[in-house]
T-cell receptor, first 111, second 114 residues
Framework: RKEVEQDPGPFNVPEGATVAFNCTYS??????FFWYRQDCRKEPKLLMS???SGNEDGRFTAQLNRASQYISLLIRDSKLSDSATYLC????????????FGTGTRLLVSP | DTEVTQTPKHLVMGMTNKKSLKCEQH?????MYWYKQKAKKPPELMFV???????INESVPSRFSPECPNSSLLNLHLHALQPEDSALYLC?????????????FGDGTRLSIL
């Protein structure tokens, strides 16, 4: 079983749609959780951290369910500029961070 | 603009060449990382430095040699690479011990081995 699993997509949605991505992780010792976004041929960029209480940043909402080892990202009112690959990332901290990446979910937002 | 700076942006080298990739950050982070990313794959961890000491080597071949001259700089020395080593090499940094502190990535060096 992969440490972090994501649906690779692509998710094709029209502008203005709401889209949700899911991610599961296998290591119950994982301590921190993030969503990164990566544009084609660019570096990963932090989109948001994910907290147990859930957190929202504008059109983006992240949820964490530690009992189910499940993370989600909801994007409302999709924009063309949201087209990218979304990477689910978990860490195991042993004095330093070791990031474990999911394979990413590709989102294509069309006019 | 990224706060982690990598040079060069692109590098083409032969299998017998020796070259180095450089990474610099001025965020006061004490953990720095090298990743390798192939097309359509997620980044794969290669090395972790914590307080300028090598903490993790993910069984990387010895033709890749990391170096951390000081807390702001991280190098990756390359020698006798193979065509399959062609990839995007990403540097990242984070606060040490900050479990909820994310890693910040540079924009990478795109390496091609002829």
């Amino acid at each position: 079983r992969k440490e972090v699993e994501q649906d690779p997509g692509p998710f094709n949605v029209p502008e203005g749609a709401t889209v949700a991505f899911n991610c599961t992780y296998s290591n119950s010792a994982s301590q921190s959780f993030f969503w990164y976004r990566q544009d084609c041929r660019k570096e990963p960029k932090l989109l948001m951290s994910v907290y147990s209480s859930g957190n929202e940043d504008g059109r983006f909402t992240a949820q964490l369910n530690r009992a189910s080892q499940y993370i989600s990202l909801l994007i409302r009112d999709s924009k063309l500029s949201d087209s990218a690959t979304y990477l689910c990332v978990v860490t195991v901290n042993t004095g330093f961070q070791k990031l474990v990446f999911g394979t990413g979910t590709r989102l294509l937002v069309s006019p | 603009d990224t706060e982690v700076t990598q040079t060069p942006k692109h590098l083409v080298m032969g299998m017998t060449n020796k070259k180095s990739l450089k990474c610099e950050q001025h965020m006061g982070h004490r953990a720095m990382y090298w990743y390798k990313q192939k097309a359509k794959k997620p980044p794969e961890l290669m090395f972790v430095y914590s307080y300028e000491k090598l903490s993790i080597n993910e069984s990387v071949p010895s033709r890749f040699s990391p170096e951390c001259p000081n807390s702001s700089l991280l190098n990756l020395h390359l020698h006798a690479l193979q065509p399959e080593d062609s990839a995007l090499y990403l540097c990242a940094s984070s606060q040490v011990g900050g479990g909820d502190q994310p890693q910040h990535f540079g924009d990478g060096t795109r390496l091609s081995i002829l």
